[in-house]
């Protein structure tokens, strides 16, 4: 473990890429990483969402890929900092959409719209650009395998399902979204399947990556696990040593 003292050893800035199951905490577990860092946090997820609204408001056939790519080029998105809730909040166009896409209504359609080469390959394309400086915790599926390939740090992370669908209901439930817990499971055993089994870019865990279970650990334990990793990925030997 570094300390200041240390002075064969400087520090750099590096990816961390967390990926996994849905609704097993890495949201959560990214953002605070990312503060105690002072690191960018980047939802992907929040931009497959984004792309969901979007085709579902226009209409989109999702299977004829020249009407998405066409509709592609007329997405934007983007992340600003709502200093009020201490939080990034997704905008779709210029317009905040972050409550729009957590409803279920997207959550059913997410992972049809995600498994889309055209889709996956223009949001690599965006999640590679912000992620060009470093210094950023980055969440999905295929941040480890697919975005990042070299990141320094790769988490994968997963729970047992009755756990996640609970976790996902008290969130929902937090937005004052009540909806029942057998829905919630099926919407995630769904997913489960058509990220894991999609043809572009899988759900998998990178050869490199760390399995992280959080089934039976704390928000804390997970934070400081993952910081812990990270500060050891950061040093690196210094010119003048
Ligand atoms: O993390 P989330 O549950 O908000 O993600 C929503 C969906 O987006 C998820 O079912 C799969 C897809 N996704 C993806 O395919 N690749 C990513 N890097 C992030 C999310």
């Known amino acids: 473990m570094y300390s200041p003292e240390d002075d064969d050893m400087a520090i750099q800035k590096i990816i961390i890429a967390i990926d996994g199951y849905s609704s097993c905490g890495k949201s959560t ?33 999702l ?3 020249r009407d998405v790519e066409k509709a592609l080029l007329d997405i934007s998105i983007s992340f600003h900092h709502n200093a009020r809730i201490n939080e990034n909040e997704a905008f779709l166009n210029g317009l905040n959409v972050e409550k729009e896409i957590r409803k279920m209504y997207i959550s059913d359609m997410v ?39 070299d990141a320094e740090l790769k988490i994968f992370m997963t729970a047992d399902l009755d756990l996640r669908a609970y976790r996902r209901q008290q969130e929902l439930m937090e937005k004052n979204q009540l909806v029942n817990f057998e829905e919630i499971k099926n919407n995630l055993m769904h997913r489960d399947e058509i990220d894991t089994t999609r ?16 089934s039976h650990l704390t928000v804390d334990e997970q934070v400081d696990h993952v910081v812990g990793l ?5 040093l690196f030997p210094s010119v003048s040593s």
Request: charged content about 25%; hydrophobic content about 40%; proline content about 4%.
């Open 111 to 149: 992972s049809e719209v995600s498994a889309i080469p055209e889709v996956r390959h223009a949001m690599v394309a965006q999640q590679q650009k912000m992620g060009r400086k470093k210094g950023i915790v980055m969440d999905g599926r295929d941040i480890g395998t697919r975005v990042f390939p």
């Open 63 to 65: 299977t004829n890929p």
């Open 199 to 214: 043809k572009e870019s899988p759900l998998t865990q990178a050869a490199d990556a760390f399995l992280l279970d959080t």
């Open 29 to 61: 577990t990214a953002k605070l990483v990312a503060a105690r860092l002072g690191y960018g946090y980047i939802d992907t997820g929040a931009m497959y969402r984004a792309v969901t609204l979007y085709f579902t408001e226009k209409n989109i056939s």
């Open 230 to 234: 990270a500060q050891s990925r950061m």
